[in-house]
């Protein structure tokens, strides 16, 4: 049977295809976080050559960059290090020969006919659209936009508060047909100066369709050629820039914002200032360090599903807050990789001090040769001994100095740009299934409340009238 890539990847350990490619392990690194690096002609390791290995054996990264590479990936973006290679060679095919070598399957050296590849989608362009703004005050537009929002749960008030933020998008084909649909446009942060209303900076829309007649929720994606990697739906009620906002909220769709706003506006007034993010779906790293670069300073509010991709969505933002902070300072990249280097995380001297930024390295050296001297003084057998103490208080001294140095660079790289998880209740999915939730149990509350005055003497005159005795008819007719 023919493998496929994804049985390349459960099968094939990334360590051996890392040796395969030229390198090795180098063994001063620890064992937790293997890492191989590839020696040059006279043996030497070559500099900045590296890659660490994850736990899980199935991916590596070579830093400062936290790019992840599988079996796929590394072949086929490091095609020069296999044998197997040739000239113009196409690289899923270099990925079979390579990861079929090393499984020991026999080659099909066969060579297959290359299907023409479909075209290419055009990028997004908003004026493909008919668009259709929300107006606050006036009815007659609001309705049009009802049916998109009532099976959510999100009120009027909700909707006006962000409704410079959204619109209705029709897009019309040669043969008639039509897509009509709620859009959220997508922009770049960093790379926007235009208002709200203003359309020249939209690199997509994030778009949600009608309900289903059975009531399950309808068409959910993105427009055609939309920029998913780095677009956001950046939104405020105040019309608050990323630059200058205080609290950014982040949410896997746009009704999870709106929901989150609804629920807690009321006792919480910062939330019209706060500027509301939705990566669509799953966010990027794009997403993340665009979002972050702009906000520095603000608090970030992670409102991500409550399930296991939420909680890994959460971590991938911890990485990414790492990512930014090592390129804003001076040493950040060097002491970045010495940090990912740590074969105890929680202790700041496991790392290879190979890495070290300059002036930690030369702590470290005084230290190293002070500690040196020592050992050789006290090999000898002949110095005395209150030598050999002035030279251990020495080394002691050296390696405080050291110690603190490393500590202090550390403290100060690693200081979070301040962020918060925070996660529906209740056990609810997410910020809109709280949000029906909550206004499914206020109908029913108000509901009980109305029915307690049914079949009773209201006007306390010791009669029933017909009206008061059909009291619950007429809750149980009331339509919303």
């Avoid at 259709?132 to 099976?151: E, G, S």
Wanted: proline share 4%.
């Amino acid at each position: 049977m023919e493998l496929t890539f994804d049985d390349f990847i459960k099968r094939i350990d990334i360590q051996d295809l890392l040796m395969d490619a030229g390198y090795v392990f180098n063994r001063k690194d620890g064992i937790r976080y293997p890492a191989y690096v590839r020696p040059d002609s006279n043996g030497h390791h070559v500099k900045g050559d590296k890659f660490i290995v994850y736990p899980s054996r199935q991916t590596c990264f070579q830093p400062p960059e936290i790019k992840v590479y599988n079996v796929i990936s590394f072949i086929t973006e490091h095609p020069h290090l296999f044998k197997d290679y040739q000239e113009g060679m196409d690289p899923y095919r270099l990925v079979n020969l390579v990861c079929n070598r090393l499984l020991n399957n026999p080659i099909d050296r066969t060579v297959h006919p290359i299907i023409k590849s479909s075209p290419q989608v055009k990028d997004f362009n908003i004026r493909d659209y008919e668009l259709l703004h929300f107006q606050k005050y006036n009815f007659d537009n609001i309705k049009q936009f009802y049916p998109y929002f009532v099976n959510r749960g999100i009120n009027t008030n909700t909707q006006k508060a962000f409704g410079q933020h959204f619109l209705l998008a029709t897009l019309r084909k040669e043969n008639g047909t039509y897509f009509k649909n709620l859009s959220f446009p997508l922009r770049i942060p960093g790379k926007t100066d235009a208002k709200s209303t203003d359309l020249k900076d939209i690199v997509g829309f994030e778009e949600r369709g009608r309900a289903r007649l059975d009531g399950s929720s309808g068409y959910k994606g993105k427009a055609r050629g939309s920029n998913s990697s780095e677009g956001l739906w950046i939104a405020s009620p105040n019309n608050t820039e990323l630059k200058s906002a205080e609290k950014v909220l982040w949410f896997e769709s746009a009704y999870d914002a709106m929901a989150y706003y609804q629920l807690n506006a009321q006792h919480d007034s910062s939330l019209n200032k706060a500027v509301f993010v939705s990566t669509g779906g799953n966010p990027t790293v794009m997403q993340f360090r665009g979002v972050i670069n702009e906000a520095s300073k603000a608090t970030h509010h992670l409102c991500f599903d409550n399930d296991l991709a939420g909680n890994q969505f959460v971590e991938n933002f911890k990485n990414e807050l790492f990512y930014v902070k090592s390129k804003s300072t001076e040493s950040g990249p060097q002491l970045f990789d010495y940090i990912k280097s740590l074969s105890k995380p929680d202790n700041n001297l496991s790392g290879d001090t190979d890495l070290l930024p300059e002036n930690l390295r030369r702590a470290y050296g005084s230290y190293e040769a002070a500690e040196e001297e020592w050992h050789s003084m006290k090999q000898c057998g002949s110095i005395h001994p209150d030598d050999l103490k002035y030279q251990a208080d020495k080394a002691l001294a050296y390696y405080d100095e050291y110690k603190n140095k490393l500590n202090t660079a550390i403290s100060t790289f690693t200081e979070k740009v301040s962020f918060v998880r925070e996660i529906p209740e209740g056990g609810s999915k997410d910020w809109n299934d709280l949000l029906l939730k909550e206004s499914n149990k206020a109908d029913n509350t108000q509901e009980e409340s109305k029915s307690e005055y049914s079949g009773i003497d209201i006007d306390n005159d010791g009669n029933l009238s017909a009206d008061e005795c059909d009291e619950r008819k007429k809750i149980t007719n009331f339509k919303r």
